[in-house]
T-cell receptor, first 110, second 116 residues
Framework: SQQGEEDPQALSIQEGENATMNCSYK?????LQWYRQNSGRGLVHLIL?????REKHSGRLRVTLDTSKKSSSLLITASRAADTASYFC??????????FGAGTRLFVKA | EAGVAQSPRYKIIEKRQSVAFWCNPI?????LYWYQQILGQGPKLLIQ????????DSQLPKDRFSAERLKGVDSTLKIQPAKLEDSAVYLC??????????????FGPGTRLLVL
């Protein structure tokens, strides 16, 4: 079963622009994580935000969480060609399992 | 710190053949995960180990898939017999504690399986 759904499915921007990806989920969560996957490589953890947090920053990344709307957003500022990748949100509902969404494919044009 | 190691990186087999994947997690990590990622989709958890024990294998097709984690370290995932729909990337991940509430998972490079 899919808990998180990312939007848009694909995004193409110019280098230097900001990229925003959204994740909506269905049931209450304990935490939500964002991962990045470059072509041909494994997933890399970006940020974990807990249900009692509203915003977190890491370098050029900003994640927000709105538990009332059951949604999260990932903002990448001043994007670079190296940011080209698939981005996944993963939700944990308090049990053992973390469920990944289908991902947003970001393409940053140089 | 060495990351999660997986082998082989690529495997091509014919349907009905058997295949095995190996994973060595980050040293000291208690929890090990196997995911299946079909092209264009997100990873789907197949099985999760906490040390030697299985804590979740609800999405593992047990008629053809098996996994073990001997001595709470390395793990192998086996498919026997393989079907065309098993073509996917098989990702191994580990985390320090895992368990209820989850935490950051560290992923290996994956094994890309093609079943002909």
């Amino acid at each position: 079963s899919q808990q998180g759904e990312e939007d848009p499915q694909a995004l193409s921007i110019q280098e230097g622009e900001n990229a925003t990806m959204n994740c909506s989920y269905k049931t209450s969560i304990n935490n939500l994580q964002w991962y990045r996957q470059n072509s041909g490589r494994g997933l890399v953890h970006l940020i974990l935000i807990r249900s009692n947090e509203r915003e977190k920053h890491s370098g050029r990344l900003r994640v927000t969480l709105d538990t009332s709307k059951k949604s999260s957003s990932l903002l990448i500022t001043a994007s670079r060609a190296a940011d080209t990748a698939s981005y996944f949100c993963a939700t944990n509902t308090g049990g053992f399992k973390t469920i990944f969404g289908a991902g947003t494919r970001l393409f940053v044009k140089a | 710190e060495a990351g999660v190691a997986q082998s082989p990186r690529y495997k091509i087999i014919e349907k009905r053949q058997s295949v095995a994947f190996w994973c060595n997690p980050i040293s000291g990590h208690a929890t090990l995960y196997w995911y299946q990622q079909i092209l264009g989709q997100g990873p789907k958890l197949l099985i999760q180990f906490q040390n030697n024990g299985v804590v979740d294998d609800s999405q593992l097709p047990k008629d053809r898939f098996s996994a073990e984690r001997l001595k709470g370290v390395d793990s192998t995932l086996k498919i026997q017999p393989a079907k065309l729909e098993d073509s996917a990337v098989y990702l191994c991940a580990s985390s320090p504690r895992g368990g209820v509430g989850q935490e950051t998972q560290y992923f290996g490079p994956g094994t890309r399986l093609l079943v002909l």
